[in-house]
């Protein structure tokens, strides 16, 4: 069994033949260090403290530098970091041209970034949403000179942020399944 994984026996797991128990250790403690900085990078994707997919796609780099699981872990690196382009590129275009549609112009977006910033200062770890929506509905109350028009832009560039929150999640995940099965096949 290539990778020094244990393997079961009567008396409990044990190293398998070939590889000695510090092979086994060091395999095993790389898989699960990898395993943990993914699932980190997917909790960054849900509470937008850490770079989520930049966290999974690093994590599934140190195990196909530092593994000795042979050539599949390029084919693993490969193609998590198809995962990783595609769930960048589709979690920017997709809300963003909702949001055109919906007619949220660019500079109300831009605000709602201002303010998602100030609110991740004033209130750590969860004022960034409400600092993004605060931003957003000021600059569509100053825009459009109402407070109740300013609410359906902010509903969209709500639902925006959510989107893209979501494919970024779902590319993550997509990361955790492949690295998965990568360490599983490799």
Aim: aromatic share 6%; charged share 10%; net charge positive.
């Amino acid at each position: 069994m290539p990778g020094g994984y244990l393997v079961p026996r009567r008396s409990g797991l044990r190293p398998f033949v070939g590889y000695g128990r510090a092979m086994v250790s060091s395999s095993l403690l790389l898989d699960l260090l990898c395993l943990l900085g993914v699932v980190v990078g997917i909790v960054g994707v849900v509470i937008p403290v850490l770079p989520g997919l930049l966290l999974c796609w690093a994590s599934t780099l140190a195990w196909a530098l530092l593994s000795n699981a042979g050539g599949g872990r390029w084919l693993v690196l490969g193609l998590v970091t198809l995962w990783t382009l595609l769930g960048i590129v589709v979690q920017i275009v997709w809300p963003g041209k909702r949001l055109k549609d919906a007619g949220v112009p660019t500079s109300t977006l831009i605000i709602g970034v201002a303010g998602a910033l100030a609110g991740m200062v004033v209130i750590p770890v969860v004022g960034l949403p409400f600092g993004f929506v605060a931003g957003v509905w000021v600059a569509e109350r100053i825009r459009l000179g109402d407070a109740a028009a300013a609410w359906p832009s902010t509903r969209q560039a709500v639902l925006g942020a959510g989107l893209s929150m979501l494919v970024e999640l779902v590319a993550a995940t997509a990361i955790l399944g492949t690295l998965v099965a990568g360490m599983v096949v490799a």
